[in-house]
């Protein structure tokens, strides 16, 4: 049992992802009652965090590293294809909806706040795998003597907190460009 903690880690972590993977359950299990778009969305949600839960057995049980990164890399190859087609569908699903309302006398469009969300999301991930990858490279650097205990701690720390100020920078922004839609500043 050499990958222990890290399989209890990414236990802990799949049994706190309920509040996503329940409600995606439930998107799927509602079926044609949930725009098409919801369901590849729930599916992509599913396969990720069937991928985490797969990946804390495997480092329970297995000795090498080679079983638990290749399914990580395929879980997240899958999840990564099913989000970008619920993308597709979504736009897709909000192009027929512009259509249908031109089609009723208006000139307007639905409101689309996914654009924001789908920024905040990529930065938080993007931040989240730059402080993995720190971490992981401060272990190797702390392994072999080139660098203190204090700084492989401070990078991933420093990576997330920079990539969440960016995120939050980027809700506020958009925020305020909808708060004023003439686009004038003061």
């Known amino acids: 049992m050499p990958h222990a903690v890290l399989a209890l880690g990414a236990a802990t ?17 509602a079926g044609a009652d949930r725009p098409p778009a919801h369901r590849k ?21 297995c000795e090498e590293w080679w079983a638990p990164s290749g399914a990580a890399l395929a879980g997240a ?8 087609r619920a993308a597709v569908q979504r736009r897709r699903d909000l192009r027929e909806a512009a259509h249908e309302w031109g089609e009723l006398g ?14 905040v999301a990529l930065l938080l991930g993007t ?10 490279l401060g272990t190797v650097a702390e392994r072999d003597g080139g660098v203190d205990r204090w700084t492989v701690a401070a990078v991933p720390t420093a990576v997330v907190v920079l990539f969440l100020t960016l995120a939050v920078v980027h809700g506020r922004v958009v925020r305020h460009r909808r708060a004023d839609p003439s686009g004038r500043r003061p």
Do not use: F, H, Q
């Not at 409600?23 to 799927?28: N, S, T, V």
């Not at 991928?51 to 495997?58: E, K, P």
């Not at 190859?77 to 970008?84: E, K, Q």
């Open 106 to 119: 208006r000139d307007r469009k639905p409101i689309d706040t996914g654009g924001a969300r789908n920024v």
């Open 13 to 29: 972590v799949t049994a706190a992802g309920c509040v996503w993977y329940l409600p995606a359950l439930a998107d799927l299990r």
């Open 41 to 61: 969305a729930a599916e992509a949600c599913l396969s990720g965090w069937a991928t985490t839960g797969i990946l804390a057995m495997l480092l329970l049980v």
């Open 77 to 84: 190859a899958v999840t990564a294809g099913l989000r970008a």
């Open 127 to 136: 931040g989240l795998a730059a402080a993995v990858g720190a971490a992981a």
